[in-house]
T-cell receptor
């Protein structure tokens, strides 16, 4: 049981290049999330998918697109990378995004992206 | 989305009790408060969660006053391995808000 896996672990891009960050979970969770983490800014939600076939914007969606490929996989795409997108990206999953109490989120190890 | 305010950093000696308070003035009626811990180069992990009064588990306690506008994470007898960033996160039927967290440094 690997939990949440992310690829790649590290990536360097030039301004204007595109790339897709991959995320997969093997816990049969319905909901998946993408966050970015910048020094002094904490974790900020980019997009989330409450269930297969749905996606919603989070706090900082500009410059990103997402695809919920199936229940297991949720990818994050940068169409034209900018230096402001240099960050550590975390994917997470939970049984549901709606709940009282909220379900625990399980995080992947992160992808460190540098845009030059 | 509820916004949170936490101290940026705290220092503590090993063996002491540490209390980290988080303000969440605009928490929604149905929101719970969840705390996560993050070690360097790792994703956050769940510590504890509560709605009101006090919750205790094997690693921490969570105190939430009646007005629910703040919460306090209590770590008893910290060790060097508790050095991490701690996030309070109100939420429930909305995506969790993590904020900037509190960097706890435990000193020998």
């Amino acid at each position: 049981n690997a939990g949440v896996t992310q690829t790649p672990k590290f990536q360097v891009l030039k301004t204007g290049q595109s790339m897709t960050l991959q995320c997969a979970q093997d816990m049969n969770h319905n909901s998946m999330y993408w966050y970015r983490q910048d020094p002094g800014m904490g974790l900020r939600l980019i997009y989330y998918s409450a269930s297969e076939g749905t996606t919603d914007k989070g706090e900082v969606p500009n410059g990103y697109n997402v695809s919920r490929l199936n229940k297991r996989e949720f990818s994050l795409r940068l169409e034209s990378a900018a230096p402001s997108q240099t960050s550590v990206y975390f994917c997470a999953s939970s049984e549901s995004s709606i709940g009282q109490p909220p379900y625990e989120q399980y995080f992947g190890p992160g992808t460190r992206l540098t845009v030059t | 989305l509820a916004k949170t305010t936490q101290p940026i950093s705290m220092d503590s000696y090993e063996g002491q009790e540490v209390n980290i308070t988080c303000s969440h003035n605009n928490i929604a009626t149905n929101d719970y408060i969840t705390w996560y811990q993050q070690f360097p180069s790792q994703g956050p992990r769940f510590i504890i969660q509560g709605y009101k009064t006090k919750v205790t588990n094997e690693v921490a306690s969570l105190f939430i006053p009646a007005d629910r506008k703040s919460s306090t994470l209590s770590l008893p007898r910290v060790s060097l391995s508790d050095t991490a960033v701690y996030y309070c996160s109100p939420g429930g039927n909305t995506p969790l808000v993590f904020g900037k967290g509190t960097r706890l440094s435990v000193i020998a």
